[in-house]
Structures are given as structure tokens and as C-alpha cells.
């Protein structure tokens, strides 16, 4: 299945918010909203992973590659 790290998530949202003038919650409150919808975070050697999730390549800051 899908998972990405929740610094990247985090730092995906908040870029996208800062594009089109939302306005962004912090890091933790954002966690938090994003365990409430059901998706579980694992603490491994990268860090906090969500399961459930991903990003496309557009939004993951690879542009594709």
C-alpha cells in the first residue's frame, strides 16, 4: 500500500497552503487531523510514516523524476 513520511506530508501541505492562501495549521495540530481521519503513523528509522497514504509526483517536490 501506499505511505509517506509525515514530515513531507507536512511540508507538502504547508507549501500548498502558502500557494493559494490558506491557512496552515502547524505541524502537530496537523498530525493529529490527520490520525483522526484513521490513518495510523509507525516511527521507524525515517521517522513517523502514515500508512494509507501518498503523494503524487507533482506535489512531492520530485517534479516527476
Do not use: M
Not at 36 to 65: I, M, N, W
Amino acid at each position: 500500500g501506499f505511505q509517506v513520511r509525515a514530515r513531507l506530508l507536512y511540508q507538502t501541505y504547508r507549501k500548498w497552503g502558502e500557494e493559494v492562501g490558506e491557512r496552515v495549521q502547524n505541524e502537530t495540530n496537523f498530525g493529529k487531523r490527520i490520525s483522526d481521519q484513521g490513518f495510523k503513523g509507525s516511527h521507524g528509522r525515517a521517522g513517523k510514516v502514515y500508512e494509507g497514504l501518498g503523494l503524487t509526483p507533482e506535489r512531492d517536490g520530485c517534479d516527476g523524476l
